[in-house]
Each structure stands twice: as structure tokens, then as C-alpha cells.
């Protein structure tokens, strides 16, 4: 057994693969929806590309999978331009300036004052071509601070405690290319405190306090290519083009700012941009043709903002654009036509977005598409002509399976056949051993009924996981909105709730039977009856209610693979969260305390009456009902604390995978279920009793007194349990 386990998954892979992955064909051409592998003529489908396993013979399916479009091509085009002129201007080891400060470093025409807590700018040499004073404690920057270092190309003051500067600060640095001003407390720039800087390329400026952007700051900087200014207080973007006095910017990045919205005007000039970072803001609002003037833009970065909509046009003229990312913001929909004008599109982020008119036409133009990003795997289906789509799983179901973990696939018929056999065998024994106490028996067999369809439920997840094999992302949208998953969801509602109802009623009538035993409580017949029949209504309506308020509810069983209703996100309708709350953290958690509190009296009456007597076989039987009872508490918060926890993460919005989900839907929500049947009947000593005399009662025809006489021993046994 043991060594089947072990092959399992390995004959699964390629039981797969051959059903699913090879299809030799006689040209390279492959069918929609599969890619060939490198140069030969083999085609595996989307979901066995950059899966992180080699499906290929050649290893060829895990080849070109790193997204590098957009900022990461222009970097490494950059480098391989730049390369020869980098080597040419490596810093000779030998110091070749005249001043240096004692407790600076000095190679070449280089100086590094890093962490050496300097207040001020020291005086060096005037030849000086690269200044590092970052990690230092300087507090403000001068007029005419740099003004003898004309030949100064890079300057470092990054993690200083920089709060003003002044308007001739950067004045007679013509030559500089490189400005480093992040991590400082700047709150503002002055007009014109760059205008000297004609040869600018860096302008790095996150993580300050700059709240107001003017034009006329960067009068001057008719060279630059990089502005950053990430993690900052902009809170509005200037009312004409940023690029009015930047003819060359190229890369924008606006980062983790407070920016609201977009005008037409701010981008009109900047037709040289290639890169544009708008990510963690609050923009709310695009105006139309906000960027109808980026005809050279590579990427641009619009997630984690707060867009409801996007203008239709709004990327109409974005020809050579490679990477887009709009990305968990709350876009209540997404143009069919809306990336029609991008045909050089290689990467498309849209994760965290519910799409609720996906379809396979919005992509269907973007040809050169390699790589795409969404938030369910199942939208993959959309997209069968890209090679790379993300995520491949939700933990919980997989692109190829329902169940995405090998260990599921195998234990939900393990755990299914335990439960249903468990529970039938004892429903057939408790039928067929008579005892006087017939009411305990009813109970009993309800409660075996109720786990029983949780074993059911089990059965049908793992033959869906078995149809769906190796192609579920094709059908995972369908099978979640399907009836099917409706009424398996609700089966397994049905199970657990009527299972802890019964737990419930059977416990605090054992408490009133022993906590009060003279009280002459005892449950006839046509009670036990009536208690169990309006259990089961009251299960039934559980159940039933998401199914008659779809406007409420939603698909309640249908917000995951496994159909089951546990996690809560952002997307749950507020009626359904209040339901599943009421359930999960109401009626089970007081269940549970019920329990626990009962169970604790009962074992503390039969302490109080066992130390009345000095009987040792009153202590035996009272470590007994102790053992017995810890385990019955303890299988019910084993089963039920981490649902409790779990759904309690999920209302306070805590990220909670999907694997985590998977694994107590088949673990840990059964327990009671495959253990009812023995905690309550198969290993308590009178059931025990009475089967072995069943199993003797034929040998026993020789003796019928003395059968008999112990049979009625066992039955009065059994009427106390």
C-alpha cells in the first residue's frame, strides 16, 4: 500500500500527460489552446506550459517563461548599449584628487563619505567627478553649495535628514548626470532650483514629502530620462504637461503617492515616455485621452488605484506598449474591445479583478500576448492562445484538476470510505442488535445518517475531480455555477449542521440524565422522535435558504471548487457573509460551547458521586467515562476551533490561501463525521458486549437461560450509556 502511495502521483503525471499532452502533428502548427515544444513537432497544451515541471522531452515548455517586457527589456538594451562605454569609465584604484576629508574614501576622481555622519557638505577637490555623501545627517543644501565642481557627473545623498533647499543649491553643475535624493524630508522644490543641470538623466526623489509638483521646477533639465518620485504626498498632478521643460523623460515613476486623478493636459508632451508607474495611488478618474500622446510607451502601471471604470479609448494610441498592469482596482467592468489598439502587448496584468463579462473576444486581438495575470485561474480558459497564464491554481483547484494537491486527490476517497462505511456498518448493527433503549438508538442512527452524506459529499468531489482530470480550468466556471455544485455544497451544509444539532440535543440530554437524576427526566419515544424529525426540517432550511434568495446570496455554494462556503472575501455579497457568520460563528460556536460546558458538569457530578465510595471499580469506571469524554471535546474542537478561526480571519479580511481551505474541507470538517460512529457506538464496552453475544447467540442455544440472564446484563448496560 505504502509503495503504491509513493507511485501514485508519478502514474498520475503521466496517465496525464498522455491522455492530455501528445499530440504529434506533421507540421509545427499547433491547435488553439496548445504550443509546441521548442523544434519538435510535439504540442502540450496552456495548462503544462511554465508550470514549473519539464513536460517536454527537450525541457523546452519551461524555456522563456520569465515576464521580461516592458522596463526589464528597456534595461537590458540599455546595458548592452552602455556596456562598452561603462568599462571605459571604471575608476582607476589610485586617488586623484588633491582634498579629500579624512574620513573619506578616495579611488580615481571618486569620493565616498558613506556613514560617516556629516552635517555639512565637506570641501574636496574641484575635479571631483562622483560625490557619495549618503547615510549621513545632513540637514539642508545651500545656495551655490556644488558650485566649484564643474565637472561633478554623480551626486549621492540618498538617507540623509535633508528638510529644505535652496534655489541656487545645484547651481553650476552642468555636468551632472546623476542626482540621488531619496529618503529625505523634503517637502518641496523651489522654481528653477535645477535649471543648471542640462545634463541630467537620474532625478531620484522617493520617499520625501513633496506635495505639490510645479513645471516650472524642471526648468532646465533638457536631458532627463529618469524622474522618480515614489512614495511621496502628491496629492494632484499640474494642470499642463509635466514634460513642458523635460523634453527627453523617458521614465516617470509616480509611485505610493496621493494622486486622485488624470487630465489630458498632464501627458500632452510627453511623446518621448517609455515607461509610466502610477501604481499605489488613488486615482479614481482618467479623463479621456489622457494618454493619447505616449506612442512610445513600453509600460504603464495603473494598479492598486481605486478606477470603477476606464474610458473606452483609453489606450487607442498606445501602439508599442508591451506591459500593462491595472490591477486590483475596483473596475466594475472591462470593454470587449478594450485592448483592441495593442497589438505589441506582451504582458497583460489584470489580478484581483472580478470580470463579470469575461470573455474570449477581449483578447483575442493582442496576437503577441505571452504572458497574462488574473485573479482566478479559471479565466485562463479565455485566453487558450497564451503561452504563460497565471495563477495556476487557488490552492484548492488547479488549472488540470479540482483538487490541485496529489495528497487530496487520493485521501478524499480514503476519508469518503471510512465515513460511509463507518457509519452504515454501525446504522446496520444498531438495526440489528436490540436494545431497551431504543431512543438512544434512534438518535444514534440519525446522527450516522447525517454523517453519512458528508462521506457522500466526499465521493461526489472526488468523481468531479476524476471527470475534470487534466482540463478543470476548461470547465471550473461552468461547474461552479452548475446545480450540481449547488446541491453538493449543499449536502455537505446539510451534513454538518444537522450533525452538530444531534451532537447537541444527545449531550444535553445525557447532561440532564446524569447532572439531575432524580429529576425523572427521561425522553419518551414520541419525543425523541419529534426532536430528531424537527432537527432535520431545521437542517433543511439551513440549507435551503441561500437557494431562495439568489439576490442575497449569490452562488453561495459555488464560490469555490469544493462547493463549500467557508471562506469569505471581498466579493461576497453582505447577505451571504451574515449568513455564513450566523452559522459558522452563532449557531456552531455556541453548539460547541454547549458541548464542552455539559460534558464538563457531567464528568464533574460522577467525580463528585465517585468519591462518595471507595469502591475501586467506581474509580476504574470513572477514568473511563473520563478518557472517553475528553475525546468526545476533543474531537469537536479538533473538527471545529480551526473552522471557527478560519472563518473568523476571513471576515477580518487576513489573506488566507486556498490551500488552506482544501485541507479542512477534506481533513478536518470529516473528523467527526468517520469518528462519531466509533466514539458513540463501536468502542463503548456495552455495544461491544451486546455484538459478541449476538455473535455467540447461535452457540449459545445449548444454554438459552444463562444466554438470557447475560443479555439482559448488557442491556441494562447499555440503557445507562
Known amino acids: 500500500m505504502k509503495l503504491f502511495l509513493i507511485l501514485l502521483p508519478s502514474l498520475f503525471q503521466a496517465v496525464t500527460k498522455s491522455l492530455l499532452v501528445h499530440s504529434r502533428l506533421d507540421s509545427y502548427a499547433c491547435p488553439l489552446g496548445q504550443f509546441p515544444c521548442g523544434n519538435l513537432s510535439v504540442c502540450l497544451p496552456q495548462l503544462l506550459h511554465c508550470n514549473g515541471e519539464k513536460d517536454c522531452d527537450n525541457g523546452a515548455d519551461e ?39 579624512e574620513q573619506c574614501q578616495c579611488w580615481g576622481r571618486a569620493i565616498d563619505c558613506t556613514g560617516q555622519n556629516l552635517c555639512t557638505v565637506p570641501w574636496v577637490s574641484s575635479n571631483v567627478t562622483k ?24 551626486l549621492l545623498l540618498q538617507h540623509n535628514q535633508i528638510q529644505s533647499i535652496l534655489p541656487y543649491a545645484f547651481a553650476g553643475l552642468s555636468k551632472l548626470k ?48 529618469f524622474l522618480y518620485l515614489l512614495n511621496n504626498s502628491l496629492s494632484s498632478m499640474p494642470n499642463i504637461s509635466i514634460c513642458a521643460e523635460t523634453p527627453k523623460l523617458s521614465w516617470l515613476e509616480l509611485e505610493g503617492n496621493q494622486i486622485h486623478a488624470l487630465e489630458s493636459s498632464v501627458f500632452q508632451e510627453c511623446n518621448t515616455f517609455t515607461v509610466l508607474i502610477l501604481r499605489r495611488n488613488k486615482i479614481r478618474w482618467i479623463q479621456e485621452g489622457a494618454f493619447s500622446k505616449l506612442n512610445r510607451l513600453v509600460e504603464l502601471d495603473l494598479s492598486s488605484n481605486r478606477l470603477e ?116 456498518f454501525v446504522i446496520c448493527m444498531r438495526s440489528f442488535v436490540v436494545t431497551e433503549n431504543s431512543q438512544h438508538t434512534m438518535a444514534i442512527k440519525s446522527l450516522c445518517c447525517a454523517d453519512c452524506l458528508m462521506g457522500i459529499y466526499l465521493f461526489f468531489i472526488g468523481a468531479f475531480d476524476l471527470k475534470f482530470s487534466g482540463e478543470y480550468n476548461k470547465h471550473a466556471q461552468v461547474w461552479k455555477a452548475s446545480i450540481q455544485c449547488q446541491l453538493v455544497g449543499s449536502l455537505a451544509m446539510l451534513s454538518s449542521e444537522v450533525s452538530v444539532l444531534l451532537l447537541t440535543y444527545m449531550t444535553l440530554e445525557k447532561y440532564l440524565c446524569i447532572v439531575f437524576p432524580f429529576s425523572h427526566y427521561g425522553a419518551g419515544k414520541k419525543r425523541t422522535l419529534s426532536m430528531l424529525v424537527v432537527i432535520w426540517l431545521l437542517g433543511f432550511s439551513l440549507t435551503l435558504i441561500p437557494f431562495w434568495c439568489k439576490e442575497a446570496f449569490g452562488d453561495y455554494y459555488g464560490r469555490n471548487g469544493v462547493c463549500f462556503p467557508l471562506q469569505s472575501d471581498e466579493t461576497e455579497r453582505p447577505g451571504a457573509r451574515a449568513y455564513s457568520t450566523g452559522i ?26 465517585a ?38 480571519l476571513s471576515l477580518l479580511q487576513v489573506e488566507i490561501p486556498g490551500t488552506v481551505t482544501s485541507w479542512v474541507v477534506i481533513f478536518i470538517l470529516p473528523i467527526n463525521s468517520a469518528l462519531n460512529p ?43 450509556t
Open 131 to 154: 560625490l557619495d555623501l549618503k547615510m549621513n545627517k545632513i540637514h539642508s543644501l545651500l545656495d551655490n553649495q556644488f558650485i566649484t565642481y564643474k565637472n561633478l557627473e554623480k
Open 63 to 101: 524555456e522563456n517563461c520569465v515576464d521580461n517586457s516592458g522596463w526589464l527589456q528597456i534595461l537590458d538594451d540599455m546595458q548592452q548599449t552602455r556596456g562598452s562605454r561603462a568599462r571605459q569609465e571604471v575608476e582607476t584604484p589610485d586617488c586623484m584628487l588633491d582634498q579629500v576629508p
Open 584 to 609: 459558522f460563528l452563532g449557531l456552531n460556536l455556541i453548539a460547541f460551547i454547549a458541548i464542552v460546558f455539559a460534558y464538563t458538569c457531567m464528568f464533574y457530578s460522577i467525580h463528585t458521586t
Open 178 to 225: 546623476m542626482l540621488f535624493l531619496s529618503h529625505n524630508q523634503i517637502t518641496q522644490l523651489k522654481p528653477r532650483v535645477f535649471q543648471d543641470l542640462h545634463h541630467l538623466e537620474w532625478l531620484i526623489l522617493d520617499n520625501n514629502r513633496i506635495a505639490k509638483l510645479l513645471p516650472e521646477t524642471f526648468v532646465g533639465l533638457k536631458s532627463l530620462y
Open 678 to 720: 466509533i466514539l458513540y457506538t463501536i468502542t463503548t464496552p456495552p455495544f461491544q458486549e451486546q455484538l459478541k453475544l449476538c455473535l455467540q447467540q447461535k452457540q449459545s442455544l445449548q444454554d438459552p437461560g444463562a444466554y438470557r440472564k447475560s443479555f439482559t446484563q448488557v442491556s441494562i448496560q447499555t440503557s445507562s
Open 309 to 424: 471604470e476606464l474610458p473606452p479609448s483609453l489606450f487607442s494610441n498606445l501602439h508599442d506598449l508591451q506591459q500593462l498592469n491595472i490591477s486590483y482596482n475596483p473596475l466594475k467592468q472591462i470593454f470587449a474591445d478594450q485592448f483592441d489598439s495593442l497589438p505589441q502587448l506582451r504582458s497583460l496584468s489584470i489580478e484581483g479583478l472580478e470580470i463579470p463579462n469575461v470573455q474570449t473576444r477581449m483578447f483575442q486581438k493582442l496576437t503577441n500576448l505571452s504572458h497574462i495575470y488574473f485573479k482566478k485561474f479559471q479565466y485562463c480558459s479565455y485566453s487558450p492562445h497564451v503561452r504563460s497564464c497565471k495563477p495556476n491554481t487557488d490552492g484548492i483547484s488547479s488549472l488540470e484538476n479540482l483538487l490541485a494537491n496529489i495528497i487530496l486527490r487520493v485521501f478524499v476517497w480514503v476519508i469518503a470510505c471510512v465515513t460511509c462505511f463507518g457509519n452504515l
Open 611 to 648: 468519591t462518595k465510595t471507595v469502591e475501586r471499580s467506581v474509580f476504574s469506571r470513572e477514568v473511563a467515562i473520563a478518557k472517553r469524554f475528553f475525546f468526545i471535546v476533543f474531537t469537536d474542537a479538533l473538527c471545529w476551533i480551526p473552522i471557527f478561526l478560519l472563518k473568523l
